[in-house]
């Protein structure tokens, strides 16, 4: 059975603060790997990886796969309150879609 | 360009009701899904479909019917519904690579997901 674990499940700091959260896997047909940000309603893209030790980076979000690992982990610098949200990790790719964790739920105090 | 819409947004029904969760998506996907998604246990798939007039069970497929009967149309029915079935649905489409690789898998891209149905069986 395809499994992707997040963690941690919940991450509270302050505005200002750099976080790290991390996804591990174990999927029979992995083709990709991608990360999702959540607020409140649908998921929105952020990341999609396939190959190890390329770092993608979209301002101050950036991520990276390991594929002899099994993991993947997405960093935020210079955290801010819009930063807020449900952070989805999902791995898979195949035909029968993604399989997700449970997701992060990231809290930014101000 | 509307992207993959989903209707209703909020629906009550009772125990037993039957119901239709509509799903439409204009970017000429050919693989579609529905999720659901529980309080703090992220996305769990129901069913999906990689072309009009075939679909696959997925995770969790037990009181749950689809069909595509076309490219753009995947609707979720719930034929006699129950407590277990209070969820947030969410519909997604994706296009796949039918290209495959040296390990004959084909790739699939990014997934793009309606705005989700909230649905309450009391």
């Known amino acids: 059975e395809d499994k992707v674990v997040q963690s941690p499940l919940s991450l509270v700091v302050h505005e200002g603060d750099t976080v790290t959260l991390n996804c591990s896997y174990e999927?029979?047909?992995?083709?990709?790997l991608l990360w999702y940000k959540q607020e409140k309603k649908a998921p929105t893209f952020l990341f999609m990886l396939?190959?190890?030790?390329i770092e993608k980076k979209s301002g101050r979000l950036s991520s990276i796969l390991d594929k002899k690992e099994l993991f993947s982990i997405l960093n935020i610098t210079a955290t801010q309150t819009g930063d807020s949200a449900v952070y989805l990790c999902?791995?898979?790719?195949?035909?029968?879609?993604?399989?997700f964790g449970k997701g992060t739920h990231l809290i930014i105090q101000p | 360009n509307a992207g993959v819409t989903q209707t209703p947004k909020f629906r009550i029904l009772k125990i037993g009701q039957s119901m239709t969760l509509q799903c439409t998506q204009d970017?000429?996907?050919?693989?579609m899904y529905w999720y659901r998604q529980d309080p703090g246990m992220g996305l769990k798939l129901i069913y999906y479909s990689v072309g009009a007039g075939i679909t696959d069970k997925g995770e969790v497929p037990n009181g749950y019917n689809v069909s595509r009967s076309t490219t753009e149309d995947f609707p979720l029915r719930l034929e006699l519904a129950a407590p277990s079935q209070t969820s947030v649905y969410f519909c997604?489409?994706?296009?796949?690579?039918?290209?495959?690789?040296?390990?004959?898998?084909?790739?699939?891209?990014?997934?793009?997901f309606g705005a989700g149905s909230r649905l309450t069986v009391l």
């Open positions: 999927v029979t047909n992995f083709r990709s």
């Open positions: 997604a489409s994706s296009y796949l690579n039918p290209v495959r690789d040296s390990r004959g898998l084909s790739g699939a891209n990014v997934l793009t």
């Open positions: 999902g791995s898979g790719g195949g035909a029968d879609g993604l399989t």
């Open positions: 396939t190959s190890s030790g």
């Open positions: 970017m000429n996907h050919n693989y």
